[in-house]
Nanobody, 117 residues
């Protein structure tokens, strides 16, 4: 059964940290690159970071040096460690495969991250 379950979000002050987790079903996680996305109110969903099966990572310029993506292939789980959080990081965070469609692909419920100033 397909599932994606994101967790770990919350309310944090500027400069704080959070660690997000995403548990995925094997048919999504499998041998795939996994991506963390985020969607702020009134904006499109965009990718934040991705990680290949062998651990190679890519980051959006806006989070480089502050966020770290990792994965545990044995647990079908991907993580996002977020440090030095800024108000502009406020969004709902989702995980999925690369190029996942918001219209045609399955998505989890996401996890809300709110950074207060």
């Amino acid at each position: 059964q397909v599932h994606l379950v994101e967790s770990g979000g919350g309310l944090v002050q500027v400069g704080g940290s959070l660690r997000l987790s995403c548990a995925a079903s094997r048919d999504i996680f499998g041998a795939n690159t996994m991506v963390w996305y985020r969607q702020a109110p009134g904006k499109q969903r965009t990718s934040v970071a991705d990680i290949t099966v062998d651990g190679s990572t890519t980051y959006a310029d806006s989070v480089k040096g502050r966020f770290t993506i990792s994965r545990d292939n044995a647990k079908n789980t991907v993580y996002l460690q977020m440090n030095s959080l800024k108000p502009e990081d406020t969004a709902v965070y989702y995980c999925n495969r690369p190029y996942a469609s918001t219209t045609y692909d399955y998505w989890g419920q996401g996890t809300q991250v709110t950074v207060s100033s």
